[in-house]
């Protein structure tokens, strides 16, 4: 094999592998995962869905998840599940179904990341928030959700009115 195949060959595994990893020191599982510690909890789902190369989820995991209080606040509030949205592996719905990480993504239509969903133990979708998410605003999705609030208004009428915890 020529040098410039086995270069080529190289290139294309590493690509292949290459994936999107959530914030490190959080305890973030497989969506299947998560949906069954939530079931047997009781806790909402926290789910991230992020891809390799996202700019914003990068800032999103340096920028807000080493926040320490929002660190303990969703660890203690959600059962948290990761999705690659560009990945291969598969995941299995509640329903039984199989497919990718990609084509859940697509099911969920979340055209960009990171999305940050809310989901009842059953994976039913509460709300989402769209792109980068600094802590502050995080800590107040996670008061949203583990107050209820979103029985009761929107989560931006429930931003409006300022609330929310201090991070």
């Known amino acids: 094999m020529s040098r410039v ?3 080529a060959a190289s290139f294309a595994l590493l690509v292949g592998i290459a ?3 959530p914030p490190a020191g959080y305890a973030f599982r497989s969506y299947p995962e998560a ?7 009781g806790k909402h789902v926290f789910l991230y869905l992020g891809r390799h190369g996202c700019g914003y989820c990068e800032k999103t995991n340096k920028e807000s998840f080493s926040n320490d209080n929002l660190h303990t606040r969703l660890g203690e509030s959600f059962e948290l599940a990761y ?6 592996g598969r995941l299995q719905l509640p329903s039984g179904e199989r497919l990718t990480e990609a084509a859940f993504a697509e099911r969920l239509n979340a055209l960009g990341t990171p999305v940050f969903f809310a989901l009842e133990p059953d994976g ?5 928030l769209y792109g980068f998410q ?3 605003a995080l800590l107040a999705f996670q008061e949203y959700i583990v107050a209820k609030h979103y029985k009761m208004v929107s989560f931006r009428n429930f931003i409006a009115a300022g609330d929310q915890p201090k991070p």
């Open 134 to 136: 600094s802590a502050e």
């Open 83 to 88: 999705v690659d949205s560009e990945g291969n």
């Open 124 to 128: 039913t979708e509460i709300t989402r």
């Open 5 to 7: 195949v086995c270069l």
């Open 35 to 41: 949906l069954r510690s939530a079931t047997a909890s």
């Open 19 to 21: 994936h999107a990893e």
